[in-house]
């Protein structure tokens, strides 16, 4: 099943802890990394502090509430930032990060 909270490795680790006590948080780090590699997960980094992990793979955004620490998915077509002023790189990555106030935290506010 796949989670949508965007874990990070402590995250991962300490879930999987109660279910497998001898685990090790290099394995976590490992599996990440060959899950990055085999493009089955993606790194989140919305924060300059923080890692994330992402089972969802194709292209869409990231919104993180700075009231409850969220983060959310949303659909947007990535390719339609592309300028001509980048027509002689090479881009490996794209990502947009937006910031700001989930529905939920504005409702309670």
């Known amino acids: 099943m796949i989670k949508k909270n965007h874990p990070t490795v402590d995250r991962i680790y300490n879930d999987l802890l109660k ?5 090790s948080k290099a394995t976590v780090y490992n599996t990440l990394d060959l899950l990055k590699k085999e493009n089955l997960a993606r790194v989140v980094t919305i924060e300059d502090n923080e890692t994330r992990y992402d089972a969802k793979v ?4 990231h919104f ?5 620490d969220s983060i959310f998915d949303f659909e ?6 592309l ?4 027509k002689h790189f090479k881009i490996n990555e794209k990502n947009v990060y937006f910031h700001g106030t989930c529905p939920r935290c ?3 506010d």
Not at 19 to 23: A, G, R, T, V
Not at 64 to 68: F, G, N, R
């Open 106 to 108: 504005l409702k309670e």
């Open 58 to 61: 194709s292209s869409h955004g």
């Open 64 to 68: 993180k509430c700075e009231s409850c």
């Open 76 to 81: 947007i077509d990535i390719d339609s930032f």
């Open 83 to 86: 300028t001509d002023s980048l």
């Open 19 to 23: 279910e497998i006590p001898i685990l």
